[in-house]
């Protein structure tokens, strides 16, 4: 196969349709702390909306505009 001449072209693409139809979701879960959930849950509300109009949920909302805040010592 030489894709710069156009071999193996189509064989990529039935590996791309099956590779995407295959997909699972992801399996790991993270736990986050009382507080921290607390809080995530005084913001769900006020992010529905934003949520709604970005296509995401709220949850992932919170996470995304966080991403870049300073994580906390921890002992």
């Known amino acids: ?8 072209i189509e064989t990529l693409k039935v590996a791309i349709a099956e590779a995407v ?3 699972r979701g992801a399996t790991a879960s ?10 995530i849950a005084g913001l769900l ?3 529905a909306q934003v949520a709604a109009q970005a ?13 870049g805040w300073p994580m906390p010592a921890t002992a």
């Open 1 to 8: 196969m030489i894709a710069s001449e156009g071999e193996g």
């Open 21 to 23: 139809a295959a997909r």
């Open 30 to 39: 993270v736990a986050y702390d009382a507080a921290l959930e607390e809080a």
């Open 45 to 47: 509300p006020r992010l």
């Open 55 to 67: 296509g995401t949920s709220p949850r992932n909302s919170v996470r995304t505009s966080t991403s």
